[in-house]
Structures are given as structure tokens and as C-alpha cells.
């Protein structure tokens, strides 16, 4: 039975493709590519050819027939413009109605872009947050950023340059100024990444050029503050010197963490 390989390609690096995923796109009958022009300089390079036809975002439902019925005649292999296919790349529906047919599909794991960048970000990689690219209204943007903003797991976010900036604000303005790495050009020739706060990256990145992925800290829980005996010891020495309440609350809630209702209770309490 015929099987719908799903190829991995480098996501910039030539030389970061497997032996595997060149064999199987040397055996197979076609190559359903996201876009013609950068596979054919990966099959170039390795005097790879395979027949190949255009498999993108706008011609993905109207080619999606003429590739499961080549899928009858022989294995089809699935190839994004860069990295693993289906990861904000065309690829889900071909996958679901070749399943949905019993068409076997099988992966060939590789490059991608979205590991490639959280295991260099130095954040936590235990657990993360993958939002693809993120939508182009503002208002949109932030309700999708919203929705994972008390996630203590690590954000993942692919963005483009001309959008970068106003991405890295409304991630401000929702998150707060988190830890992010900026990992910009990942393995080309020129590779970046910026490691700091958000607001610190929108300063460095001012002209952004090349296609970023942005890993940012997941929500991270302060530890909860106690009422210790120095604290009221504090409170005891605030009220002998004639300090007010209300000034004194506020003071010691701010240096503490402390609710200023638990202070202020403590404060009638006479400490």
C-alpha cells in the first residue's frame, strides 16, 4: 500500500537533513512541496530527481484530490518551505484525509525550527506553549497572547520581521516584561540570539531583519509571603513612632508582598 511520507527539511543549514529523508525522497513518485524553488535547491544539492508539484497555503484544498490520487500509484513524500510539515506550514489537511482513506502515514523526523529554538533559549524546556504565528489585528494578537498568559510553561512564537516589534509590545503589555530569546536566522549565516528581558528586545531589535522565533518565560509564581515576628516587630516599632496606619500599611506591604489587609489587621492587633 502506498505511504505519505512526512519529510522534515533543514530550516536553513543544507547539511541539516537526514540520511533517511534523502533516501525516501530519492525512492518516492512525488514531492508535494510548500514552495518548488527552495526544495529544489535541497534535491539539488544532493542530485535528488524526484518529480515535484506545488503544495502551499492558497492551493492546498484544490491540489489535495490530484495528490491522494497520485497516493494510489505510488509513495508521496510531504515537504514544507523549511523544517517539519504541519507546524504553521501546510500539511494538516493532506494528513488527515490520507488517514481518513487508510493511507499509512509516516514521519521522517528532523530539523525544526520551534525545538530547534527552546533548547538554546535557556528557558525551561519541560514544558511549553507552541502559538505558531500569531494574528496580524492587534486586538486579535493580544487575546491569543492573553490566552496563555498565566501558563507557566514556556511560550513559543513564530514571527516576521515587520511584525516583530509590535508582537514584542503587546507581549509587554499582556505578559509583562518576561525573559525571551529572540532567536533570529536560526542555522544561516546569520544566526542571532538575543537573550534578555522583552522590553530590553525591542530595543536591540529596532531594524529587524530575517525570520524570528521568540521563546518567552512562562508565568512564574512568587513565592507566598508570611506574616513573620519581624515583620511585626517592624509594624511594633512603626506604631511607637508615631507613624500612621494607612502610611505604614502600604509601606511594609510593598516591601514585603503582603496583603495590606492582613498588615492593617495585624496593625488593629497592636502587633
Avoid at 45 to 74: C, F, Q, V, W
Avoid at 139 to 157: C, F, N, Y
Avoid at 166 to 180: C, K, P, Q, S
Amino acid at each position: 500500500m502506498p505511504i505519505l511520507y512526512v519529510v522534515a527539511t533543514p530550516i536553513g543549514n543544507l547539511e541539516d537533513i537526514t540520511l533517511r529523508a534523502l533516501r525516501i525522497l530519492r525512492e518516492v513518485t512525488l514531492i508535494a512541496a510548500e514552495d518548488t524553488r527552495k526544495t529544489r535547491r535541497l534535491l539539488a544539492a544532493y542530485d535528488i530527481k524526484t518529480p515535484m508539484t506545488s503544495y502551499y497555503e492558497h492551493n492546498k484544498l484544490t491540489k489535495l484530490d490530484y495528490i491522494l490520487e497520485r497516493l494510489k500509484e505510488g509513495d508521496v513524500a510531504l515537504v514544507s518551505e523549511a523544517g517539519t510539515p504541519g507546524l504553521s506550514d501546510p500539511g494538516y489537511e493532506l494528513i488527515r484525509a490520507a488517514s481518513q482513506l487508510g493511507i499509512q502515514v509516516v514521519p521522517i523526523p528532523g530539523a525544526s525550527v520551534v525545538i530547534t529554538a527552546l533548547t538554546i533559549s535557556g528557558l525551561a524546556t519541560d514544558r511549553f506553549t507552541y502559538l505558531g504565528f500569531l494574528p496580524r489585528k492587534a486586538g486579535e494578537r493580544r487575546k491569543l497572547l492573553e490566552s496563555a498568559a498565566e501558563d507557566p510553561g514556556t511560550v513559543i512564537i513564530l514571527e516576521a520581521p515587520h511584525r516583530l516589534l509590535a508582537t514584542l509590545e503587546d507581549a509587554l503589555l499582556v505578559l509583562g516584561d518576561r525573559r525571551i530569546a529572540v532567536c533570529r536566522e536560526l542555522t544561516k549565516f546569520h544566526e542571532e540570539v538575543f537573550r534578555g528581558s522583552i522590553s530590553q528586545s525591542t530595543e536591540h531589535f529596532a531594524e529587524p531583519r530575517g525570520e524570528f522565533t521568540l521563546v518567552i518565560e512562562g508565568k512564574v509564581e512568587k513565592p507566598q509571603a508570611e506574616l513573620t515576628e519581624g515583620i511585626k516587630e517592624r509594624l511594633r516599632r512603626m506604631q511607637l513612632s508615631g507613624i500612621k496606619a494607612k502610611e505604614a500599611v502600604a509601606q511594609v506591604a510593598g516591601e514585603t508582598g503582603l496583603s495590606k489587609k492582613e498588615l492593617y489587621r495585624a496593625w488593629l492587633e497592636k502587633v
